[in-house]
Every structure is written in structure tokens, then in C-alpha cells.
């Protein structure tokens, strides 16, 4: 019973479509419209340079020879699931882009509304594998130089980028059209 409800209210955005004459469905819900004071465009180039930097910052960081062999689990648990949210954000934002303007609710919804999160637990979890290759070095008495250095670089700058990512998704104003 608690799971029929669950489940209709996760597609209660399909109650938004219905079937013209010719038994075409069409979307007839709300849409959002980008208000912003950048112009939209620009606004998605800043995005996809910080989110997408920040994803292949962190691809980079784990190709790196040598930087995660025989790495302890407090570096690789929290690198791989930045990875896997990176690459998440990724998706989301082509999503987000290939929405349009004006966008549709549950597309915003899944959108728009989800990007900041992704992107701050991204950008603390590059942070976290950076401290885990720290404390690896440390524990090995490793050289910061080489690939390990240039590994917590990588985590950093794209920590840095999520970050940034997140902020400006925050800022961007949407307005509710019905």
C-alpha cells in the first residue's frame, strides 16, 4: 500500500500529460523560464566549463599512473564515489540543457533543483580523496611530487570547481509559469 503511494507520487509529473485527438500525448504542466541576469547561454558555458571541468579533473586524477595502485580503502571509497557523482552531475546537467527554455517542471525538478547537491557532495568528496592521498603520503612517508602530488591538485582544483558549480546553480533564478 505505502509503496503504490510512493510510487505514484514519484510520476505524478505523468498527470501533467494528456492525449490530444490524434492519441499524441502533450504536456500541458508548468514550466520554468530562465530569469536570470546572465544571459542563458552564457550562464550554461560557465556551468559546463566548472562541472564538467570538475568531472574531468577528477577522470584525471584517478588515470594518473601509479596515484591509486595499492591505495587504502579511506582514499579509494571516497574517490570512486566522486567519480561516480561527478559523472552524475555530467548527466544531469545535459539534461538541464537539453531542457530548453522554458524548461518543464519535472524536468527542473530533476534538473535544476538537484545540480547544487550533486555538486557539493562532489566537491567534498574530491576534498576527502585529496586528505586521503595526503594522509597515504604521510603514512608511507611518500614524496608530495609526482604523481600523488599532482593527484591532490587535481581533487583540489576540482573540489574548487564543484564548489563554484554549485554556487552559481544556486544563483541562477528560474520563474514558475503555469
Not at 492525449?19 to 500525448?25: A, I, Q
Not at 571509497?77 to 531542457?99: E, N, S
Request: with cysteine; glycine share 10%; charged share 20%.
Amino acid at each position: 500500500m505505502m509503496a503504490d503511494r510512493e510510487k505514484k507520487k514519484k510520476r505524478a509529473y505523468l498527470d501533467d500529460f494528456e492525449k490530444d485527438l490524434n492519441g499524441n500525448y502533450r504536456y500541458r504542466g508548468a514550466h520554468y523560464r530562465y530569469a536570470g541576469e546572465i544571459p542563458r547561454g552564457k550562464a550554461l558555458a560557465r556551468l559546463w566549463a566548472l562541472c564538467g571541468g570538475g568531472a574531468a579533473l577528477t577522470v584525471a586524477a584517478g588515470v594518473l599512473p601509479g596515484a591509486t595502485a595499492r591505495a587504502p580503502l579511506y582514499l579509494e571509497l571516497p574517490y570512486m564515489a566522486a567519480l561516480v557523482l561527478a559523472l552524475y552531475a555530467v548527466v544531469v546537467l545535459v539534461r538541464a540543457t537539453r531542457g530548453g527554455d522554458p524548461m518543464r517542471a519535472y524536468i527542473h525538478e530533476q534538473t535544476v533543483q538537484k545540480l547544487p547537491s550533486l555538486c557539493v557532495a562532489s566537491a567534498v568528496l574530491c576534498g576527502v580523496a585529496a586528505a586521503g592521498q595526503g594522509v597515504a603520503l604521510l603514512a608511507n612517508e611518500g614524496q608530495l611530487l609526482g604523481t600523488h602530488g599532482v593527484f591532490i591538485l587535481f581533487e583540489i582544483a576540482a573540489c574548487a570547481a564543484f564548489a563554484a558549480a554549485a554556487g552559481m546553480v544556486k544563483k541562477m533564478s528560474w520563474n514558475r509559469e503555469e
